[in-house]
Nanobody, 125 residues
Framework: QVQPVESGGGLVQAGGSLSLSCAAS????????VGWFRRAPGKEREFVAA????????AYADSVKGRCAISRDFVKNTVLLQINSLKSEDTAVYYC??????????????????WGQGTQVTVSS
């Protein structure tokens, strides 16, 4: 079973940048699509970004598009999320999730089944 583990959260000033990392505990997730989600206080969990198992296809939420980048490091077996120009509304617990099915074609929507515990990101204004 794939078990994502997030790291890199913390307190950041508005306008700054942050990098989050998702590593796999247990089986490697190099053959799985991976997504990042977040849940702000009092709000529903929302999609942030996703990357296909090959790394060749990415998707972003409108709220972070243009200031966010998701990437894979196949050597380290990690997925990175970089967010720039941070805003107070980026404050949330960020979760990494792996697809239920390996080697899913990029044209198919992932079904995220394996979730990490989350890492807190707080943006101070």
């Amino acid at each position: 079973q794939v078990q994502p583990v997030e790291s890199g959260g913390g307190l950041v000033q508005a306008g700054g940048s942050l990098s989050l990392s998702c590593a796999a505990s247990g089986r490697t997730f190099s053959s799985y699509a991976v997504g990042w989600f977040r849940r702000a206080p009092g709000k529903e969990r929302e999609f942030v970004a996703a990357i296909s198992w090959t790394g060749g296809s990415t998707a972003y939420a409108d709220s972070v598009k243009g200031r966010c980048a998701i990437s894979r490091d196949f050597v380290k077996n990690t997925v990175l999320l970089q967010i720039n120009s941070l805003k107070s509304e980026d404050t949330a617990v960020y979760y990494c999730a792996a697809d239920a099915k390996p080697y899913r074609p990029a044209a198919q929507t992932p079904e995220f089944a394996y979730w990490g515990q989350g890492t807190q990101v707080t943006v101070s204004s």
